[in-house]
């Protein structure tokens, strides 16, 4: 009998899956939803072939995590099999929570409450249906498990999560300057003082990896286009929640319509199962299908922005290094709304101004420790040649202007 399922995956190629707790969380309908998400969201705006789904990106994580159980082992780090176990289901839910389009919905149907928090709750239920199989495997999640080095494998500088998507959004956007040596990295990683550090012989391919990491965020993720697209689906969704509100029949498929009729906060969404029931049910499709039927809409505003998003008419996108004045927002608003006879507060959904900043390293906040001879650690910022402390830490911002083509 065969003791695991095996998936080919374009990026590591035969992944295996044990029969059991793993295999049944890979089954579980809350699981099988995210093969409905993509992962990169709107991003195929820009780069036609990031169609992948979380789905894919979680079954990539898990494996990297058993290559760093394997490793770490081999090291002499004690990891007994439930840990190892426990760590693999953690890494194959980080994401379940996560709602359609990436973190668009977090913001807009639902306040207050972010996607991690969603798949807490999503894994305790499943513990709940398992009887108390995913006890560990929460404890780890929550960095409430004595080895601290196991929550650092789901979540740090140098996780299973950041290590798989980098590469496979490298991979599916054709960036490959993004691309970096996930299996190198894996067998620098080393545990000491309970903390996961890198070998001295990686810090080429760290730097390398923090480099690839800054490219992909400007490139891909924060690429002006992605960032309109998103600014366009957010508005067409809060102009739908608004005429809900005002009492318009809004057609939405019946998970979509719940959170559009429905005003869901954090507390809201934790204590009532119908909102945590329709969420589970939503995914991609949901808000394509509304929207496809939204272009034909009489609410001039509404069939715009769902026309612009099917049809891929993108917002114009203006890029500056200073805040924008309050003036020019105001004449582009104006212009807007003369242009198309409507009222400046509805020309407030076809224009959208936004602020991106992404730090490439915060020493403050999370750091990759470098390990030497004689257990001597210094942080990478101190061991690099080519990454100073300076340049490491540069906070770059950029203010996004977004609105309406004619």
């Known amino acids: 009998m065969n003791d695991s399922k095996i998936i080919n995956d374009p990026i590591f190629g035969f992944i295996k899956i044990p029969h059991g707790l793993l295999l049944n969380i890979v089954e579980h309908p809350l699981m099988q939803r995210l093969t409905r998400i993509k992962q990169l969201g709107l991003t195929l705006m820009v780069y036609p072939s990031a169609q992948h789904t979380r789905f894919q990106h979680s079954l990539g994580a898990f494996h990297l995590m058993s290559e760093a159980i394997t490793s770490l082992t081999q090291k002499g780090i004690f990891i007994f099999d439930s840990e190892a176990e426990a760590v693999e289901a953690a890494i194959l839910m980080h994401d379940i929570g996560h709602g359609p389009f990436s973190h668009v919905l977090e913001h807009t149907l639902i306040n207050g409450i972010c996607h991690e928090e969603i798949s807490l709750l999503m894994m305790e239920q499943i513990n709940r249906e398992m009887n108390g199989e995913l006890n560990l495997a929460l404890k780890i999640f929550k960095n409430e ?9 789901i979540s740090s500088q140098l996780d299973m999560d950041r290590l798989d998507y980098l590469r496979r959004d490298s991979f599916y956007t054709g960036v490959t300057e993004g691309n970096i040596g996930s299996a190198r990295i894996i067998k620098m990683l080393d545990v000491h003082n309970d903390s996961l550090v890198v070998n ?3 810090i080429y391919t760290i730097e390398n990896y923090l480099m690839a990491r800054r490219l992909m965020y400007w490139q891909v993720y924060l690429h002006k286009t992605t960032v309109s ?3 366009m689906l957010v508005n067409a969704l809060m102009r739908a929640k608004q005429l809900a509100h005002n009492g318009k029949d809004i057609f939405a498929t019946p998970s979509l319509k719940y959170f559009l009729y429905n005003d869901i906060d954090a507390e809201t969404f934790k204590k009532d199962e119908d909102a945590q029931r329709h969420y589970a049910i939503l995914d991609d499709n949901d808000i394509i299908s509304s929207i496809k039927v939204w272009t034909e809409n009489d609410d001039k505003v509404l069939s715009i ?3 612009d998003i099917i049809n891929r008419k993108i917002f114009k996108v203006e890029i500056y290094n ?3 004045s309050d003036n020019y927002i105001k004449s582009k608003k104006h212009q807007i709304a003369d242009k198309l006879c409507i009222s400046e507060d509805e020309a407030n959904f076809l224009i959208s101004v936004d602020t ?6 915060d020493i403050h906040d999370d750091h990759i420790t470098i390990l030497f001879k004689d257990n001597i650690t210094k942080d990478i910022s101190e061991s690099s040649e080519v990454l100073n402390i300076a340049l490491l830490s540069k906070k770059i911002r950029k203010y996004y202007l977004c609105y309406q083509r004619f």
């Open 356 to 361: 991106v900043q992404k730090d490439m390293y």
């Open 305 to 307: 922005l769902a026309s």
């Open 145 to 153: 498990y004595p080895k601290r080095f196991l929550h650092q494998l």
């Open 200 to 202: 001295s012989k990686g």
């Open 322 to 324: 200073e805040p924008i």
């Open 229 to 231: 697209s998103e600014k």
